[in-house]
């Protein structure tokens, strides 16, 4: 309810889902920069387990957030609800929070990301899992051809922006591959780069 | 090559090539020594900026001497971005986000 659209407070966010045990992989502008891109984001990107266990929890913490539909409709949190709503955005008294249950060009969301997911110390205590650098790029890759497919503008500039996340999070894999091989710790990265 | 002379070296040997001079003929263009142009065109050493210009207005270019705002460019960003740790990017983040506020 209090939500000043201003208002960004990641670590608070994050540590909200944390006290409630809600399982999630962070996605979106904020997995980006804490793998290393140079951009500015307004908010915090999940993509939660449907386990119904999971999806109480995430009701909870929503509460302690006080979540709010940035549509001002009704909020309700349940299995059939989010798999309706591809993309639920919220405001919540730490900032903007969007709930994303199959990002683009995943399946299965949570459980496809998370094979690639690791958890990153992300300050006071919190460590999220935080989607791969090549799921992400993979993400951005087909939100642009998503976008492509829509007319306008506004689909125009924001496909172009994905295109741009894509770019800048091959060229991290392409500096972390050359880091890796330089320490003859070569790893399979999960796409040609 | 030495790396802070790959740039002036780069430079020279292209400015003489487009012009189609051979070294020999911008050594007598511009009144240097030929094994002097040669050096700066392999980076062995660099030339002072006041030569370069001299030179590569012999070959018929210019470059403009102006300050303007470094940019590192994409890749030393992200090189320099990689140096941090996963909470230092997040810092970094609202930082640069109350800056902009």
């Known amino acids: 309810m209090a939500t000043n659209e201003e208002v960004f407070d990641p670590r608070g966010l994050l540590a909200a889902l944390h006290r409630n045990y809600v399982s999630y992989v962070l996605i979106g502008g904020l997995a980006r920069v804490i793998r290393g891109t140079d951009e500015l984001t307004n908010g915090v990107d999940i993509c939660p387990s449907l386990r119904p266990r999971n999806v109480e929890l995430l009701g909870k913490a929503l509460e302690e957030l006080e979540a709010g539909r940035a549509d001002r409709r009704r909020l309700t949190v349940d299995e059939e609800s989010l798999r309706q709503e591809p993309v639920l955005r919220l405001r919540t008294s730490m900032g903007q929070l969007k709930v994303v249950v199959e990002p683009a060009g995943t399946r299965r969301g949570f459980e496809d990301l998370r094979r690639g997911a690791t958890r990153e110390h992300i300050g006071e205590g919190l460590r999220p899992e935080v989607a791969s650098v090549a799921d992400l790029a993979r993400m951005s890759a087909a939100l642009a051809h998503e976008l492509g497919q829509q007319p306008g503008r506004e689909a125009e500039r924001l496909r172009q922006l994905e295109i741009e996340h894509s770019r800048e999070l091959r060229r991290i894999m392409e500096a972390e591959f050359g880091l890796q091989r330089t320490l003859g710790l070569e790893r399979d990265f999960g796409m040609d780069i | ?101």
């Open chain 2, 1 to 101: 090559m030495r790396a802070d002379t790959v740039r002036s070296a780069t430079l020279l040997r292209e400015a003489r090539l487009r012009a189609g001079l051979s070294q020999q003929e911008l050594a007598e263009v511009s009144g240097k020594d030929r094994t002097v142009i040669a050096r700066y065109e392999q980076g062995v050493v660099a030339p002072s900026i006041d030569t370069l210009v001299e030179i590569l207005r012999a070959c018929g270019f210019d470059v403009p001497l102006e300050l303007v705002p470094y940019d590192s460019g994409p890749d030393e960003r992200i090189a320099q971005i990689q140096m941090l740790s996963p909470e230092r990017r997040l810092d970094r983040l609202i930082d640069r986000r109350r800056e902009r506020s």
